[in-house]
């Protein structure tokens, strides 16, 4: 989830705003070795692979931060986060796929960093290679499992985390539902929320907040990492040399990079990756064959579909895109709270221009809606009007979503059936979808896809 963090950071360390500033970020980002006598290493692919880790140091966090934002407790010295984002080799696309950290895997032979003690290869949770062998073993175990060679290494903590997400101004978030976890203390109502570090730290780390444990969390941050390029792109802080620098001195204190992310390299990626946008942007999960695998001194685990995962890999080494490409005047789908298939719907026409209902009717019906086929013609209303039983006011929201500009009107005791009333202001029906449940098979989504489309 800090992984975002070191997202944004070669995004803006990239933007071209002078050789010497970008020499003084190189210089100031720790080093760490996570490639050394690395041997029968995957071919190397098209485009660039970076593996973003987050740990769950926390030992610049204040005392007022660790009570506020729920971080008190022992870190266990393992990653709380792992990706690996592809820069397309034309430098127009990140494609970014989370690696779950109870991820079944099994770690090359390799000595203990702790007690100097050597194993032999056997079988962990992915988080626990870090604590074991640092980064390099987790470099290993990650390009074992992926045969994705890792061209960059990047880690961050919660510190650099908070510190970024402030300098920006907050990162805005949108929510269908209401998102409450006890463990992290997030406590969201639907709708948008600008979110401090703090807040977005809780909301990147909260596994407790619906069935979907950390496969929803997982979701969740790759929705903040779409929110967060959005913001750092339409900020103006990547054209801003003082905004720059003020992100840049926020997040140095906590980043470590192996020693080949110079200068160079930051400057090359920048004056590519101008016209960066969440568009541009493609996330997923590793699909998962088996939940809940259980293995004897490790214990629940989630089992990699094999054959679905080396598809994905493939296209990572082959610089394709992860999704199908789409035409690019074609809209975004807005997720919404309730799948339009679940929302029974009858229209009305509440005009007097012939056909209109039918109109409505189809549009709604081919985003997916649960439609009568039946429209009627209806009292005559100012503008579009929802009617609903208050008992379905989720679907009710679900579908005002696809009606921009429409009035909600609830009725008590009008049943399950919604009922929309046409008016003069109807132009067009907005695509929506339902919302993305943490299946095996994760789905991939676009950036633009994910962030909101209001402000907070």
Same mark, same amino acid.
């Given at each position: 989830?800090?992984?975002?963090?070191?997202?944004?950071?070669?995004?803006?360390?990239?933007?071209?705003?002078? %050789?010497?500033?970008?020499?003084?970020?190189?210089?100031?980002?720790?080093?760490?070795?996570?490639?050394?006598?690395?041997?029968?290493?995957?071919?190397?692919?098209?485009?660039?692979?970076?593996?973003?880790?987050?740990?769950?140091?926390?030992?610049?966090?204040?005392?007022?931060?660790?009570?506020?934002?729920?971080?008190?407790?022992?870190?266990?010295?393992?990653?709380?986060?792992?990706?690996?984002?592809?820069?397309?080799?034309?430098?127009?696309?990140?494609?970014?796929?989370?690696?779950?950290?109870?991820?079944?895997?099994?770690?090359?032979?390799?000595?203990?960093?702790?007690?100097?003690?050597?194993? %032999?290869?056997?079988?962990?949770?992915?988080?626990?290679?870090?604590?074991?062998?640092?980064?390099?073993?987790?470099?290993?175990?990650?390009?074992?499992?992926? %045969?994705?060679?890792?061209?960059?290494?990047?880690?961050?903590?919660?510190?650099?985390?908070?510190?970024?997400?402030?300098?920006?101004?907050?990162?805005?978030?949108?929510?269908?539902?209401?998102?409450?976890?006890?463990?992290?203390?997030?406590?969201?109502?639907?709708?948008?929320?600008?979110?401090?570090?703090?807040?977005?730290?809780?909301?990147?780390?909260?596994?407790?907040?619906?069935?979907?444990?950390?496969?929803?969390?997982?979701?969740?941050?790759?929705?903040?990492?779409?929110?967060?390029?959005?913001?750092?792109?339409?900020?103006?802080?990547?054209?801003?040399?003082?905004?720059?620098?003020?992100?840049?001195?926020?997040?140095?204190?906590?980043?470590?990079?192996?020693?080949?992310?110079?200068?160079?390299?930051?400057?090359?990626?920048?004056?590519?990756?101008?016209?960066?946008?969440?568009?541009?942007?493609?996330?997923?999960?590793?699909?998962?064959?088996?939940?809940?695998?259980?293995?004897?001194?490790?214990?629940?685990?989630?089992?990699?579909?094999?054959?679905?995962?080396?598809?994905?890999?493939?296209?990572?080494?082959?610089?394709?895109?992860?999704?199908?490409?789409?035409?690019?005047?074609?809209?975004?789908?807005?997720?919404?709270?309730?799948?339009?298939?679940?929302?029974?719907?009858?229209?009305?026409?509440?005009?007097?221009?012939?056909?209109?209902?039918?109109?409505?009717?189809?549009?709604?019906?081919?985003?997916?809606?649960?439609?009568?086929?039946?429209?009627?013609?209806?009292?005559?209303?100012?503008?579009?009007?929802?009617?609903?039983?208050?008992?379905?006011?989720?679907?009710?929201?679900?579908?005002?979503?696809?009606?921009?500009?429409?009035?909600?009107?609830?009725?008590?005791?009008?049943?399950?059936?919604?009922?929309?009333?046409?008016?003069?202001?109807?132009?067009?029906?907005?695509?929506?979808?339902?919302?993305?449940?943490?299946?095996?098979?994760?789905?991939?989504?676009?950036?633009?896809?994910?962030?909101?489309?209001?402000?907070?």
């Amino acid at each position: 989830m800090r992984a975002v963090t070191a997202l944004s950071v070669t995004v803006l360390a990239t933007a071209g705003i002078g %050789h010497a500033l970008v020499t003084g970020l190189d210089s100031g980002i720790a080093r760490v070795d996570a490639f050394k006598d690395m041997k029968n290493r995957p071919a190397a692919g098209h485009g660039m692979n970076v593996l973003l880790v987050g740990t769950d140091g926390r030992d610049k966090i204040t005392e007022q931060e660790r009570k506020a934002y729920r971080l008190g407790g022992a870190p266990c010295h393992c990653t709380d986060t792992m990706m690996i984002v592809h820069i397309s080799q034309d430098r127009d696309r990140a494609s970014v796929v989370s690696l779950p950290r109870d991820s079944y895997a099994e770690v090359p032979a390799h000595v203990d960093q702790s007690t100097g003690e050597p194993h %032999h290869a056997h079988p962990l949770k992915l988080n626990a290679a870090y604590a074991e062998g640092g980064p390099q073993l987790t470099v290993r175990t990650v390009e074992a499992m992926t %045969h994705v060679k890792i061209d960059h290494y990047l880690e961050v903590d919660f510190a650099s985390f908070m510190r970024t997400v402030d300098v920006l101004g907050g990162v805005t978030v949108c929510t269908p539902t209401t998102l409450k976890d006890s463990y992290t203390g997030l406590d969201l109502a639907p709708g948008n929320h600008n979110l401090t570090g703090g807040q977005a730290l809780q909301y990147v780390r909260a596994r407790h907040v619906d069935g979907a444990s950390d496969l929803g969390r997982m979701q969740r941050q790759q929705r903040f990492m779409a929110a967060l390029i959005e913001r750092a792109t339409s900020s103006g802080v990547l054209l801003n040399p003082m905004r720059f620098r003020d992100v840049t001195r926020a997040v140095l204190g906590s980043v470590r990079a192996d020693a080949g992310f110079g200068t160079n390299e930051l400057l090359d990626l920048g004056r590519a990756m101008r016209n960066f946008s969440p568009s541009s942007s493609e996330f997923t999960t590793v699909p998962i064959g088996q939940m809940g695998f259980v293995v004897n001194g490790i214990g629940s685990t989630l089992k990699w579909d094999k054959a679905k995962a080396d598809r994905l890999f493939a296209a990572l080494r082959d610089d394709k895109p992860l999704a199908p490409v789409r035409a690019k005047h074609a809209p975004a789908a807005t997720t919404v709270e309730v799948a339009p298939s679940s929302i029974r719907v009858r229209v009305e026409n509440g005009t007097g221009t012939a056909g209109l209902g039918r109109k409505v009717d189809a549009a709604l019906a081919s985003t997916g809606f649960a439609t009568t086929r039946q429209p009627v013609t209806g009292h005559p209303v100012p503008r579009t009007v929802i009617s609903y039983d208050p008992r379905w006011d989720r679907s009710a929201r679900s579908l005002a979503v696809a009606l921009p500009g429409s009035e909600l009107r609830p009725v008590p005791g009008q049943g399950a059936v919604l009922r929309v009333t046409a008016g003069p202001d109807f132009k067009d029906v907005h695509k929506v979808k339902g919302p993305d449940t943490a299946q095996p098979d994760s789905p991939v989504v676009h950036g633009d896809e994910v962030v909101c489309s209001g402000k907070a």
